[in-house]
Every structure is written in structure tokens, then in C-alpha cells.
DNA sequence: AAATTTCTAGTTTTT
DNA sequence: CTAGAAATTT
């Protein structure tokens, strides 16, 4: 136990150690919130407090729930199993299929991730006529799975104009939909599970009983429904005892209000709770002085904010580096030198992360890396599972484990091409609408040619279910990838060889995942739960309500190609770091998150950009933005530098913006700037951008034409050039029209909005930067 | 059914 | 501008 404590400072050991209570840990960026978490549960188990079955944690990311399983493992000698840890969405999957009856679910629902869930709306609204320039199809989804992350039903949501009874309607009619299919999107995992646990009173009480201690990561990212999961779940206001919920979070790191996540929940469940365990830990071990004092003073411009301050020992170290390039050409050339002195000086490109708001900005700054030769990663992007050849491939998995499936029926009737037109299915979805059964069911229906081909489809998935029922899934995998000619369809293809390969990869991941998930190697795939299930489960209660084995929950619970099938659409695959590979970092600030490097360029630190337009015109958008520029800056260790452009190629055309006004919210005596007064001189510069430019101007006579006219008409005012106003404050010229007396120049005030000033009139001051 | 053209939108993202 | 979807042609 003193091994297990020791090393923990003053406020991390309060927090461990606390009674079995309600507890907020208020944990800063770098504060040790992972170690803190682990080691409460490894302590509450050390201290014969609890037993592992008695413990829930709950994290957003697989991955974050891997790495605490990991530490956990190796803090104890005890097995880790019998503990639930997961995502919320992993955690409702394992309730649903141990209780799929009292649920109302098919044994073998499947799963629809968002591209899933997106075509399934689009199906509906054709197969209803609804106009989709009035409800396009994102919208529709947006509405819906808003609705069920506020934990309401179709029949629950108020309609206030005939659009919004409309959208009620699709409502109902997708999850009738969804039901007859025998699917369930996201939300509906915690809707339905949430649903299942208040309405079914034994079960309920079951699980509060089990659960002594409930522990949330990342607090500040839940939702509404997952709130009201945790409350219902730890038996929150109701008289017996309950679990002791301990969650940590941060504020000041909420980035993700805008799909649907709720701060207020931190000050909620302080109230609903009664908290009287509030722990702040505020010693950062991750970051030098300036790149604290930066962070803190930034965030100290939030209003909202359960208030912390992060304090370092390590130093006050670099200041923060900051530029300002004339173009975003040049910003990148920028880093790229940064970048290459950064490795002579010894450091690693693996720790060199390169960080922007938006995706779009990393075009310019891969292309010059890549002419540097510097090796880099970009995250995000499509994951393994969401290939359109593994998704296919997972559709044939679908149909053989539920055919009822539409919308994996429709994915590959006719993929490869296998004569099935669009005329076939047309008619299939009318014999399937007029019986109110699944397409697949509707086949035997159909006559003639179409009819037979159709046939021919289903006998080949009955043929494969047959052949496989004994086989392993890996065996099984394979069988099917050549069984539905895809292998042999893309190794034809003049470019399929990476599609073959991901292909192929399908058999190593099913092997892995069967040695992962506790499966016996040779445990035939689809025939319900492990073969030795018997041995240990099902329990049943004394209200005769089945109880869920301790031991590998899922592998008594489900079969293995559905359990595959889950882990296909829960875990979509490896979108982080690779490690080992040296190569430096490029990313989003959002995925950023939870990472750190020792040296961060944080770029295009415009307005506009960073903060983004769409964010400051909702309330509260522009605190967030500032929330995300604060993980930004925590991300960094050692060096941190920002950048900003004068120019920027934004949806084809060049855009002018203000530098960020998160500069002016930042410690001056911590920032070092290093381009004073680069920008005076527009034509020494504009001469590099020019050069590289994708701009034909076939002669030189039309750039001096553009030149002119970039110029300003001769008015003293060039484009670009960053002007004072007495009213309007700081803003850039983005446009310059007439000359002359006439001579009007359209200038962006950020805040102030867009004007169109007169010159000679106006009162303009030039910006001394 | 594949190839080609035309249109259109365009923060952030995990499950 | 430019990727991806939708529409249209071959």
C-alpha cells in the first residue's frame, strides 16, 4: 500500500483517499487526473473496501479506457476482470446484450455508427418522399440523436411549428424503423439501456447494489442522458445507500459543448450530490512557467469557470515564440526552419507537434513538409473500420448474424455487381414496405429474373452461415471474404492492392480480437456466447432476473461474431499515435487532447480561424474557443510557439485576417515575438508567395495589373494592411475600390463587423506592427 | 454499370 | 480551391 501511495502529492493522496462519497476532483492539464483515478481504484480494492466486481469506471475513448485497464493491471496482482470499465457506449452494449429481452432487442442487434445511421435516414426519407431540401438528411440526424442525448422520445419532444412536428414524426418513424431491423445508433445504446434500468425495478436495484463505487473520467464531457445514466445508476436521491460517485474532470477543457456535452453537469452534480469532497489538483508536471502563465491568464478571461490555477515547480523555461508570416505559405516555411533547428538541437520529431483548428489548414504545411522532406503523421481521417472495403466486408458479418439488417443489405446486394439493379430493389423495398418486413425476409416474394438473382444473394448468405457454424472467427472471416468474392473482386482492381490488404487484416484483427476478449481460439463464431458459458453464468437472482457472470462479461454473453460486430462499430480503429515511428505530429487542437509533446506549434491564430467565425455568433462560443486555445497551450512541455498569417487561402479565395485576439489575453513578459516589423514591407515578401502560388498569370503585365490594384489605386492603403479606427478599433483591409477621391476600402473590424469606409473621409491610423 | 461531368458545401469528433 | 456526392452520359 505505501508503494501504492508514495510519490502522490498532498492533494492527489486527499483525492485517492477519500471516503466512499460523492467526490469532484477538479484536475488541471497535467495534474496526474489518469494516475489518480487508477490509483483510487486500485487503493478502494488494496483496502478490502470493495471487490473489483463493485467498481465502474467509465471513460469517453477506448483508448483511455485501455490505458487505465493497463496501469491497473499493473498496480495490482489481483485479476483486473470483474471490473467494469468502459465507455459509456461500451458499458450500455454489455447491459443491452446480457438483457436484450427486458430491453425489447433482438439477441443479435447490431450497431450503426454515424456514416450508418446517416444512410439509414436517407433511406427513410426516401421511403417516404420527404423533400430533402427541407429536411436534409444531417439535419434530421441531428435533431434525432439531440433528442435521445437529452434522454427524450419521439412522443417526449415538444413541437413547436409544423417543421419541428415534421421532425418529431421522423423521429418515430426512424427508431420504428431502427427496431424492425433489429439496430441501434449511439444515443439509442444509453437511451435504451437508461430506459431499462429506470423502468425495470430489480434490475436496477441489482446493479446499484453491485456498483459501490462509480468513477467517471472526463466529467466535463458528458451529456445530458449520460448524466442522468450516472444519477439513476448510482441510486442518486433515492433512500437506500448508494455508490459513491467520483468524478474528475476539468472545466476548463471542455471542448466539446457543440456535440452535445454539458459543463453545467460539473455544478449540477456538486448540487444534486451534495459534494462536500471538492479536490483541486493545480501542481502541473507537465509544463515550464511561461507556457503556465500563459494558459492560466488566458483562461482567466472565462466567465464561467469553477475556478483553478495551475502552478508548476519546474521553472519558468522558454518563452512562448510567436510569429507573424505574411501568407500561410509562409507560415509553414516558418515552422519547417523552427522545426529543422528544433531537431539539430537534438529533439525528436515524434515530439514536435504541430497543432490548427481546423483540418483545412493542414494541406499547406504537409505540402511544404513534404518538400522539406521532414517525415510527418496526420491524424484523423478515415479509421480502419470505416473503409468503405472493411465496411462491406462487415456488412456480409451483419447479414449472416442478423439478416434483417436493410441497411447492410443494401450496402452489398449488389457488391460486387452481381446484376441486382436499381429497378430490383426498387421493387424488393415495395413487396418489404407492403409486408412490413426486413428486405431480406421480403425476397421470397419476388419473381422472375429479379427474382432469382435475389435469391441467388440469399442462398449464397445461407450457404455461408452453413459452412461457417463450426468455424473460429478468424476462420470464419476469411471464409466470408472469399465466399462474397470481395477479396477476388478488388485484387482485379488496377488500384485495390491497399484495399486487398485492409482486407486481409480483418483476419489478423479477428484473431487478435478473440484472444483479447477471453473467446477460446477454436470457439465456433456465431453459436450464441462462449461454448463454456454454462461453466460459469448465467446467474440468476432471487427474482429470477439473470445477472451477468463476473468473469469475461461479454464472451457469456454474446457470440463471438457479434461481439466482433460491436467491437467493429464501437471501436472504428487506431486514429492515434503510432508510436515509434519518428515523425513529427500534425493535428487538430481537438485531438489533441490528453496528448503532450515537449515542443507545440500552435498555428493560424487569426480571427476568424482560431477563434472561428461560426463559434462567436452562439453564445458561449467564443469561451470554448477560448477553452480550446487553453488545451492548446497545456499541450506543450518545453517550447511552445504560435503563428499567425496576413493572408490565407480560405475556399479559393485570399482572405485577410486580424491576428488572434487571444494574443491580447496573454502574458506579455512570456512571449517573444520574433517578426516585429517583417510586414512593412509588403512587396520584399509578397515575392516568395507569389513565386509559389498556383496563380497563372500569364503575363507580367497582368501582374502588374493585380499589383496595381492591390496597391490600392495609388489611395497611400494597400491590401492586407492592418489600420486603427476610432470607433470600429483594430481591423485589416481586405478590399480597396475607385481611386482617387473615391477611393473606398472594405475593411474587416473582426467584432466590429465588416465596413466599407470612405478614405478620404475616414480617420484611419496605420498599425505600427 | 462504369465513366464522366456538375454541383455544392466548407469547425471541431468519439462512440 | 477541392473533395465528395449527385446527376448525367456512354
Partial sequence: MQNLLHNLNPEQLAAVTLPAQSALILAGAGSGKTRVLTTRIAWLIQTGQVSPAGILAVTFTNKAAKEMLTRLSAMLPINTRGMWIGTFHGLCNRLLRTHYRDAALPQTFQILDSQDQLSAIKRLLKAFNIDDEKFPAKSVMYFINGAKDAGLRAQDVEAHDPAERKMVELYGLYDDQCQREGVVDFAELLLRSYELLSRNQPLREHYQQRFKHILV?????????????????????????????????????????????????????????????????????????????????????????????LRTDAGHGEQVRVYEASSDLQEAQWIIEETKNLIAEGASRSEVAVLYRSNAQSRVIEHALFSAGIPYHVYGGLRYFQRAEVKHAIAYLQLMDNPHNDSAF??????PTRGIGVRTIENLQGAAQEYGISLYAAVPYMSGKAGSSLSGFVKMIEGMRFETQQMALPELVR?????????????????????????????????????????????PAHLGPRADAQAGAPIVNADGIEILDADAPLATVMS???????????????????????????????????????????????????????????????????????????RARKRLYMCFSQTRMLHGQTRYNMKSRFFDELPEESLKWLSPKVQSHWFANKKSAWDDAPLNLGSDNALAQRMAQKAGGGSGWRIGESVSHGKFGEGVIVNIEGSGANCRAQINFGSHGMKVLDLSVAKLERLGR
Avoid: C
Fill in 217 to 309: 473520467d472526463e466529467f466535463q464531457d458528458t451529456n445530458d442522458l449520460q448524466y442522468k445514466w450516472l444519477k439513476l445508476l448510482s441510486g442518486q436521491g433515492q433512500s437506500q445507500a448508494r455508490s459513491a460517485l467520483f468524478a474528475v474532470g476539468d472545466d476548463d477543457q471542455s471542448i466539446y459543448a457543440f456535440r452535445g456535452a454539458n459543463v453545467g453537469n460539473m455544478r449540477a452534480f456538486e448540487q444534486e450530490f451534495n459534494v462536500q469532497n471538492l479536490i483541486k489538483l493545480e501542481q502541473n508536471y507537465r509544463s515550464h512557467g511561461h507556457i503556465l502563465d500563459s494558459a492560466n491568464m488566458l483562461i482567466s478571461n472565462n466567465s464561467k469557470r469553477l475556478g483553478k490555477n
Fill in 560 to 634: 463471438p461474431l457479434s461481439a466482433f460486430l460491436s467491437h467493429a462499430s464501437l471501436e472504428a480503429g487506431d486514429n492515434q499515435a503510432q508510436a515509434g515511428q519518428d515523425a513529427l505530429q500534425m493535428m487538430t487542437v481537438h485531438s489533441a487532447k490528453g496528448l503532450e509533446f515537449d515542443n507545440v506549434f500552435i498555428t493560424g491564430l487569426e480571427e476568424g480561424l482560431f477563434p472561428h467565425e461560426s463559434s462567436s455568433k452562439e453564445d458561449g462560443g467564443v469561451e470554448e474557443e477560448r477553452r480550446l486555445m487553453y488545451v492548446a497551450i497545456t
Fill in 479 to 523: 471464409v466470408v471474404l472469399e465466399g462474397s468474392t470481395l477479396l477476388s473482386h478488388y485484387a482485379a482492381e488496377k488500384e485495390g492492392a491497399d484495399r486487398v490488404e485492409n482486407l486481409e487484416q480483418m483476419v489478423s484483427a479477428a484473431t487478435q480480437f478473440v484472444s483479447e476478449e477471453g473467446y477460446g481460439q477454436g470457439a
Fill in 410 to 415: 443494401l450496402r452489398v446486394v449488389n457488391f
